[in-house]
């Protein structure tokens, strides 16, 4: 359903209409093609990644972390923040020319609200639970501190055809007197399906253990931002079930590790999560004796690659066996 509008007049058509950017944007950044950008801001943050899974909310924060209604699409990501020089752009005038180019081609507006009718102190809930903001250049974005000067607008909207979905958020930023706005849109897309690496074997995995005493499994797949194991993982699992009952004297600690994308400490409770689910399905699903597992999760703290690549946070996102005295 089309969110109703209403047009700013000749604001709109005026000084913030969609143009190129008035400073450089950072290196081997881009506008989403369908989404351009309003005149007066550069891009200060850009991360692309090539398949992922990203829910919108389109309805307010529902008091208990979630959402009254969201929207999930699956394929490319893309995440962007841009800032604007000029203290006199506000975020309502931004969020309006959003409104008027998103609807210009054809997008739905999901939905469009501010301020307290998104959540308690003014927005901000909303902002942080919301999950889709939470990369950002390090010197932007940060909300403004106080509520009455925060000044949070937000819109979700789709395209006609359902391809692409994005959220964006604008406010003005607490270090810059300028507004900020921030964006995450996912375009669908079909996931590639070749795979640089080949599953382990019970003999490879076993052999990790005995000459590192740890091994990593990178096939044992999540959904996005949750600690729900994918259908896909299960060849992965029973062969860390196979290992185990041909060992019978094999303890293991499942730990967790997650990519630098959000918060230290939600990684590190999503990690956890996650280890604790690999735990429950061994126990559960192939009857593993629950004192021969011990879930444990270390968040982003122990990489294995950069994190400034897609192909190097997909390896970091892992579940890793360390073997423990009995």
């Keep these: 359903m089309r969110y109703g509008l209403t047009m ?27 989404i351009e950008r309003v005149a007066g ?23 208990d972390g979630g959402f009254e209604s969201s929207e999930t699409l699956e394929g490319e990501v893309l995440k962007l923040s841009y800032l604007f020089e000029n203290p006199d752009i506000s975020p309502l005038q931004i969020k309006r ?3 008027d180019a998103l ?7 999901l939905y469009a609200d501010s301020h307290d009718a998104l959540s308690s102190n003014a927005g901000r809930s909303f902002y942080r639970d919301s999950g889709i903001f939470s990369r950002s250049a390090r010197n932007c974005c940060r909300l403004a501190t106080r509520s009455s000067s925060r000044d949070l607008r937000y819109i979700a909207a789709q ?7 994005v959220g964006i958020a604008a406010f003005n ?8 706005v921030e964006i995450a849109v996912v375009t669908s897309a079909e996931m590639g399906t070749e795979m640089d690496h080949q599953p382990l074997t019970v003999s490879e995995m076993e052999t990790g253990l005995i000459e590192e005493g740890r091994v990593a499994v990178q096939d044992i797949l999540f959904e996005f931002d949750s600690a729900s194991i994918l259908p896909e993982s299960s060849d ?15 303890a293991l600690l499942v730990v967790g590790h997650t990519d630098n994308s959000g918060s230290y400490d939600y990684n590190l409770s999503l990690s956890m999560a996650r ?6 399905y061994l126990t559960g699903q192939h009857g593993i004796a629950s004192d021969r597992l011990q879930a444990a999760g270390a968040g982003m703290m122990a990489p294995i690659s950069t994190n400034r690549t897609d192909e190097g946070r997909a390896l970091n996102r892992r579940v890793e066996l360390v073997e423990m005295a009995r």
Excluded at 103 to 109: C, K, V, W, Y
């Design 173 to 180: 930023e607490r270090r810059d007197p300028g507004a900020a």
């Design 159 to 165: 395209s006609a055809d359902g391809s692409v979905l």
């Design 97 to 99: 020319n959003y409104l």
């Design 41 to 63: 801001s550069r891009i200060v943050y850009f991360n692309r990644i090539e398949y992922d899974r990203l829910s919108i909310p389109t309805g307010p924060h529902a008091g």
């Design 103 to 109: 609807e210009a081609r054809g997008f739905d507006i």
């Design 8 to 34: 700013l007049g000749s604001l709109a058509a005026g000084l913030l209409a969609i143009s190129g950017p008035a400073h450089a944007d950072i290196d081997d950044a881009y506008d989403h093609p369908q």
């Design 275 to 280: 280890a604790q689910a690999v735990v429950d």
């Design 236 to 250: 992965a699992l029973g062969t860390v079930a196979t290992l185990m009952s041909d060992a019978s004297d094999l």
